[in-house]
């Protein structure tokens, strides 16, 4: 299917990520729209590539997917804020595991962590 030149198009940058959002024609000159997902990668030797995802909706499906979408967006802000908490956005950034304070290496090596093990046990 060759698509046919944006009628109108927005891009959003975030990071590595862009969005590419489009209005494009069907052959019947009725419009749908596109939102494409590129993103960069570095491989080892510094050359870089580029690995794309799009996404095609149609105007039949734009009120229940401007529904969903506005659904999903409003939980995330509910639940978790629009502060961004990733490793990669915060370098202080500590991942907790099953809500329990994470272990330094330090408190691993007391002879307290160890616990003594019977083969006969196994």
Avoid: C, W
């Avoid at 990669?88 to 962590?113: A, G, W």
């Amino acid at each position: 299917m060759m698509e046919k030149e944006e009628i109108f198009s927005k891009v959003l940058r975030a990071g590595r990520r862009t969005y590419f959002f489009d209005v494009r024609a069907t052959k019947a000159e009725d419009y749908y729209l596109t939102i494409t997902e590129s993103k960069k990668f570095t491989n080892d030797d510094g050359s870089y590539h580029y690995k794309k995802h799009k996404i095609y909706i149609y105007k039949e499906d734009f009120a229940e997917f401007k529904d969903i979408l506005a659904e999903m967006t409003d939980y995330i802000i509910k639940e978790k804020g629009d502060e961004v908490i990733s490793e990669r956005h915060q370098k202080d950034f500590k991942k907790e595991y099953n809500n329990q304070p994470r272990v330094t290496e330090d408190e691993l090596k007391t002879p307290e962590s160890f616990t003594d093990i019977d083969f006969e046990d196994i």
